[in-house]
């Protein structure tokens, strides 16, 4: 998941969950495919409130995870 070195852009409408993964073992990145079972992680739960766009890290070095603050470019 951590070796794209660019975010991965996902539409999520008004309403809508996504389950974003955070232990980066998951084989259909961004999303949580349930690899993290018997580890300490959980994937991250997200609702939106309205229609959005979200960046989710796709190099492994953001400070704010699972979301890209556009750490890859440095």
């Known amino acids: 998941m951590y070796s794209k070195g660019q975010p991965y852009v996902i539409d999520v409408a008004a309403g809508e969950t996504k389950y974003i993964c955070q232990c980066g073992k998951t ?3 961004p999303y949580c495919d349930g ?3 018997g580890s300490d992680n959980e994937p991250l739960e997200y ?5 959005e766009q979200l960046y989710i890290c796709g ?3 953001t400070s704010d995870k699972p979301f890209c603050d556009g750490s890859h470019n440095n």
């Open 59 to 61: 190099c492994g070095k």
């Open 27 to 29: 084989s259909t990145p």
């Open 35 to 37: 690899s993290h079972k």
């Open 47 to 51: 609702t939106a409130s309205g229609d």
